[in-house]
C-alpha cells in the first residue's frame, strides 16, 4: 500500500498550495511520524496533541510499517523499540516513503527522541520541492529531540542586571544559572543524547560542558517496555532517574525533558523526582517539556509566523 493511500490525507496537493490557512481557507496539516512500528505509541500520541486545542491544525499520523523496506535494492528490517544510535539511523530508512508525502502537508514532526537523521532528510526534501515551486508556500520539519531543547533553553536561559543596580554608573549583565536535563530510558541512550545536545547547540569548548545542560539520566527501560512493564515500576524508575538527574547537577535544575516519545503522558512521576530531591515548592517550580507538544508548537508557530 502505497503512503498516499495508507494515509487519509484531508488535502491534495492543489488545496494545500492554493488555499491559505493563515486567512482560514483550510486548516494547517501536520503529519506526525513515528519511525518505530508500534502503533500503540502512535496512539498514544493522539490525546496529547489534541488536548493542545488548536482548533485549526489537522494532525495526521504515520508509523513505520511492521515488514521490511526497500530503499535503493536492499531491504530494512522493522524496528519495534528503537534503543539506540544505529537503530534511529535505521529507522530512517522505514520512514523513506514519507518523502513522497511532502506536497501534501505544510510540516512534519519526527517523534523520536533521538538526533534523528530523518529530520534532515525531510529538510533536504523541503528544499528541493521549494526551489522546483517558487510558488509553494513555506514547509516546516523539526524532531521532538530539536524542539524539547530549544523549549527547555528558553525556560533556563536569561541574563540580568548585576547588583547592586545603580542608574548613575555603568550597568552590568550577566547569564543567570539554571540548567535543564533529559529523563530517557536504556543506557545506551546517555552518551548520543549528550553528544546530540552538544552537536545541536554546537559547542565549541573542548570538553563540550555548558552552564545550560545537566546531561542525561535513564530508566533502564526501552520505549516499548515503558508501556509493557508493571505501571508502578515504570514510576519509580522515572522518579528516581529524575531524582540523579537533579543530584548530579553542578547547576539549579530548571527544566526536564522527556527523553522519549514513549514517555509522553507521564510527567507526573517527572514531578515526583523533582518534588522529592528539590521539595514540595521547589521541585513544583521545575518546568517539564514533553518534546511532542513543544514540536507541534514549534511547527505551527512557525507556520502561523510565516517564518
Known sequence: MSPQTSLERRYDVKEICTLNPRKGERKYSILIINPNTSTHMTEALKPILASMNYTDVHFEYFTAPDSPVLVKGVKNEPIASINNAEESCSSALNCWSVRELVP??????????????????????????????????????????????????????????????NPAERLHKYQEKGSFGIVTTGSAWKDELIH????????????????????????????????????EEVRQRIVEATRNLLRNSESRVKAVCLGCAGMAGMEEAVREGCEQEYGILEGGRVRIVDGVVAGAGNLITALKAGF
Open 104 to 165: 501534501y502537508y505544510d510540516a512534519f514532526l519526527v517523534a523520536c527522541y533521538s538526533a534523528h537523521p530523518f529530520v534532515g532528510q525531510l529538510r533536504q526534501d523541503i528544499q528541493s520541492t521549494e526551489e522546483n515551486n517558487p510558488t509553494t508556500r513555506n514547509k516546516y520539519v523539526t524532531g521532538i529531540f530539536e524542539a524539547s531543547i530549544t523549549a527547555a533553553l528558553s525556560l533556563v536561559s536569561g541574563f540580568a542586571l548585576e547588583r547592586p543596580i
Open 196 to 231: 546530540g545536545v552538544q552537536g545541536a547547540l554546537g559547542y565549541g569548548d573542548r570538553d563540550g560542558s555548558s552552564m545550560h545542560f545537566a546531561g542525561v539520566e535513564t530508566t533502564g527501560l526501552s520505549a516499548i517496555e515503558l508501556h509493557t512493564t508493571d505501571p
